[in-house]
């Protein structure tokens, strides 16, 4: 990871930890709580489509299967959150291994349709098993978080959580992409083909990045869980498996940072047009259009553009007096 990076997540760690210093109202916060939420979902899922280049259309299954995994054990059986969440990753990344090693096989609008129905298998399924999840009207009664016999319950204690979680997730995640393995997933993104031809194991990569991509998912599901305390098959139903992607797709495929920067924006924007009534979702589609018209690589690589031409503009300014320096 290269200094820039570091000095853009510091930056980013000192904003987050001061935000609430400002946003101070209890619901705010927890819209806030559940942008990080998506967060950790999507910079998982910007590894797997921005840099190796993989749709998926499944991501809310193990989105669930976090949440569900963790709520069950943890009202049903009795165990600790904690001990919970390590179970929900376990599972998880051997369900992501068992899909991803025959579905990665396959390419485009084959693989996308192979991990959408993935996700619908898991949402029907949570609908069927009515004793066991309690079928469409869920469970709850799910326990808070406890992390050294403080309970995590307030909105703020929420929110830092997330959030730390949050910066932990991007700081594995720029150091993968700027390693040697991010480089074999930009030349799988670039061409499959000629990676293997140069001697990288695609097929490995390509499950790798699929199964931590599922892991950030089902830590986000038991947060989610614990957090709500009541889940629902609702939750993690297609709908939000294509919200996520155009989260991913909105902020720029091109960089982590792009799935921090659409999360935020399609996280906050149906707040901010809260108050245009039955005119919100109508102006919430126009926006979408207009940026996939106009911004095609997304909000990240506008911020590029932009600092592009402030530097070459500062630099044209500069040129005339070197010019002249030299003529002197």
């Given at each position: ?314 630099q044209g300014r500069g040129l005339p007096m070197r010019q002249k320096t030299s003529e002197v």
């Amino acid at each position: 990871m290269g200094r820039k990076n570091r000095m853009t997540l510091g930056i980013l760690a000192i904003v987050l930890a001061l935000l609430p210093v400002l946003v101070r109202n209890p619901y705010y916060l927890g819209v806030l709580v559940f942008v990080g939420i998506y967060s950790l979902i999507t910079i998982g899922l910007s590894m797997l489509m921005g840099y190796a280049g993989q749709i998926s259309l499944g991501h809310a299954g193990f989105f669930a299967i976090g949440a569900y995994t963790s709520g069950l054990l943890t009202t049903k059986g009795g165990f600790p959150p904690l001990f919970a969440f390590l179970v929900a990753i376990l599972l998880t990344a051997c369900v992501a291994f068992l899909i991803g090693v025959p579905s990665l096989k396959l390419r485009g609008h084959y693989l996308a349709m192979a991990t959408l129905g993935f996700g619908e298998i898991v949402h029907i399924a949570l609908n069927a098993s009515v004793d066991l999840t309690g079928g469409p009207s869920g469970f709850g009664e799910i326990p808070r978080i406890a992390l050294g016999g403080l309970l995590v319950e307030s909105a703020l204690s929420r929110y830092y959580l997330v959030y730390a979680l949050v910066i932990i997730a991007l700081l594995l995640s720029l150091n993968i992409v700027h390693s040697r393995v991010g480089r074999a997933l930009r030349s799988i993104h670039g061409s499959e083909l000629a990676a293997s031809a140069m001697g990288v194991n695609t097929a490995r990569y390509k499950v790798q990045v699929f199964v931590l991509s599922a892991i950030y998912a089902s830590v986000a599901g038991s947060l989610y869980a614990h957090f709500i305390t009541f889940i629902s098959p609702g939750s993690f139903d297609l709908t939000f498996s294509v919200l996520l992607v155009t989260m991913v797709v909105i902020g720029g495929m091109s960089s982590v940072w792009g799935a921090l920067m659409g999360t935020a924006l399609l996280g906050l924007l149906p707040e901010v047009l809260r108050g245009f009534k039955d005119y919100d979702i109508l102006i919430y589609g126009a926006i979408l259009l207009l940026m996939m018209m106009f911004m095609p690589d997304g909000l990240f690589g506008l911020s590029q553009r932009l600092f592009v031409r402030r530097s070459a503009r500062s630099q044209g300014r500069g040129l005339p007096m070197r010019q002249k320096t030299s003529e002197v």
